[in-house]
């Protein structure tokens, strides 16, 4: 290797580089990390400051003020309240639609394939879009939907404009977004499952709905279990469906938490609160998502280990 | 048993009626809508008869819409223009930066790699807000607020995970044997990425492109929290359009159509990629 020789230069140069490879290749992931956890961190030292954009001379740590607060802040129980019933109520009827479906579009057929790639559409369409769809649909004056309700004898239907009804409204528009998400997922699962037992049970003539107890829910439970803490994890976050439809609103009837902080920073002005309030938010996805990854990940092995 | 098989197919029909119309039903409406006039919209009671126009269509396109009362100058086809090439930048990069770092994960196996691959995947769930509310402060210190680069880098945020986690996948799925069979044919490092490892892992790539694409185009948060005015996406730019005073109903409506028509054609183009990249791989559907 002391020699110099003609083909030496680039041997080497191969070499220091191989060594480097993996950096130089993971480098645009790396600095797609730094780049989300300096803002990150700066997210955490906001939360425990008192930090209003209207008034930055009075910037200062305040240490755990924000959180504390939120104890005896009863805008923010509204807020976990509301966002803890919006992920409740959109993924429970979402979880039981989707397997209703996904049962009845399970025979690989045409028309069952046909019928489950139009279902996707809505799943395609962007969450804000779907919400002004639905609000051209419930609009008081001229909305199709609002016709509909006053035919069933519902006078003067307001929708996403009457608190009583406002909840409802937007978890209709996530149910019809995202059902289809966990359509797709439960029909995978249960076309990817051993077809023995379903034959050893038709054999023995063991009724139907002892089957789906007894051997389909429970080889289904890893999908259904990876598509319950997707969907939990996305809609307790939920921001377009809501911001578009009433952005917020009536009042604080649907301000969510990402809502509320988004409200917080830019209308209100205040920094820290909107810090802490996603903070507080970021601990309890943080938490589902842990658990996620590692169901996933074993679901993703054993599709490997059966491919 | 035939009786009860002839009324359970029924009762089948019914209930896939039901779902089909509950899901398929707002898009027909919003299309049959883009095609009339606010005096057919307007009417009681609605009615699917109509006599089909393309005026708002035209009025878009031509970025002058006729109000009730005055004329408004909006720019819609410059929102949909926005999309497109946040979209497609966004994509481009997010393959070219995430795909040989895919191959890095699956391959190389390095020290720090899977903690990096961790944080990506774990801020993939976290709220957008946390990360997005401190850019814009820095952003603004560093001359980045407001800007096709700024957009894009943040878009990153969303498109690099999908692709570095799906691609990596499809990586460690083909045998690393084929690999090192023709390395030691005497081929280099880059020409058995490029000729084996790339054509192999070829679904999983148009998978993750496609995805990213969707998920870059339907995004609302980003946009709303950086762009202004004249670099906002269709997403964003149509909610400002619903709150314009003197705007036809219709030509909203067709603006839904125009926003959401390069989605519907690329996922029904390649339905089995899409597919595929929505379980994330976490099962061969």
């Known amino acids: ?101 996904a049962l009845l579009l399970q025979k690989r057929t045409r028309f069952n394939n046909f019928v489950s790639i139009m279902l996707l559409m809505p799943l395609m369409t962007a969450p804000a879009l779907a919400s002004l769809m639905w609000k051209l649909m419930t609009n008081p004056g001229f909305g199709i939907l609002s016709y509909f309700a006053e035919l069933l004898g519902i006078e003067d239907m307001r929708w996403a404009s009457d608190p009583s009804t406002a909840m409802l409204t937007v978890v209709i528009v996530d149910v019809w977004v995202y059902t289809p998400f966990i359509m797709i997922l439960l029909l995978a699962g249960l076309r990817s499952l051993p077809r023995q037992p379903f034959e050893a049970a038709e054999l023995d003539g063991v009724p139907r709905l002892f089957v789906f107890w007894r051997i389909t829910l429970p080889m289904l439970t890893p999908f259904l279990l990876t598509a319950t803490l997707f969907r939990v994890i996305e809609s307790i976050q939920q921001f377009d469906i809501i911001y578009a439809m009433t952005q917020g609103g009536p009042g604080d009837t649907l301000t969510v938490f990402q809502v509320e902080a988004y409200l917080n920073f830019f209308q209100s002005t205040n920094v820290g609160r909107s810090a802490a309030l996603l903070m507080i938010l970021w601990a309890i996805t943080y938490f589902l998502s842990s658990v996620f990854i590692k169901n996933w990940l074993r679901l993703r092995e054993r599709a490997r280990g059966e491919a | 048993m035939q009786s009860v098989s002839t009324l359970e197919r029924v009762l089948r029909g019914i209930a896939i009626t039901v779902i089909i119309l509950f899901f398929m039903f707002p898009i027909l409406w919003i299309f049959l809508m883009s095609f009339q006039t606010n005096e057919t919209i307007l009417r009681v009671p609605p009615s699917i008869f109509f006599e089909p126009t393309l005026v708002n269509y035209k009025a878009l396109i031509s970025g002058r819409l006729e109000g009730s009362t ?113 390395r030691i044919a005497g081929h280099g490092f880059w020409a058995t990425f490029r000729r084996i490892a790339l054509p192999l892992a070829g679904p999983g790539i148009a998978a993750a492109g496609l995805l990213a694409f969707i998920f870059a185009w339907n995004n609302f948060i980003f946009a709303l929290v950086l762009a202004s005015a004249d670099k906002q996406p269709v997403t964003v730019g149509a909610l400002a359009f619903i709150t314009a005073s003197g705007i036809n109903y219709g030509q909203i409506a067709a603006g839904i159509i125009l926003s959401i028509a390069p989605t519907f054609a690329l996922a029904l183009y390649a339905q089995r990629y899409l597919v595929e990249g929505l379980s994330l791989g976490a099962v061969k559907g």
């Open chain 1, 1 to 101: 290797m002391t020699t110099a020789t003609a083909g030496d230069p680039p041997k080497r140069t191969f070499k220091i580089s191989k060594r480097y490879l993996p950096y130089l290749l993971s480098l645009p992931a790396l600095l797609t990390c730094i780049g989300i956890l300096i803002p990150f961190f700066t997210a955490v030292a906001y939360s425990l400051q008192r930090y209003r954009l209207s008034q930055p001379w009075a910037r200062e740590y305040n240490w755990g003020a924000n959180y504390l607060n939120f104890l005896s802040d009863p805008s923010f129980w509204n807020t976990l309240k509301v966002s803890l019933t919006y992920a409740f109520l959109t993924v429970g009827i979402e979880l039981l639609l989707g397997l209703g479906i």
């Open chain 2, 70 to 182: 005055a004329t408004l100058e909006i720019a819609f086809m410059s929102n949909l223009y926005n999309s497109l090439f946040l979209s497609v930048t966004s994509v481009t990069v997010g393959l070219l930066l995430g795909v040989p770092a895919a191959y890095a994960f699956a391959r190389l196996k390095f020290r720090g790699s899977e903690d990096i691959a961790f944080t990506l995947l774990s801020f993939r769930f976290a709220p957008p807000l946390l990360v997005l509310l401190p850019l814009t402060i820095y952003f603004q210190q560093i001359g980045l607020a407001d800007t096709y680069v700024g957009l894009i880098w943040v878009y990153q945020l969303i498109v690099l995970p999908l692709i570095l986690w799906i691609v990596r996948g499809y990586f460690e799925d083909i045998p690393a044997d084929i690999e090192y069979a023709y």
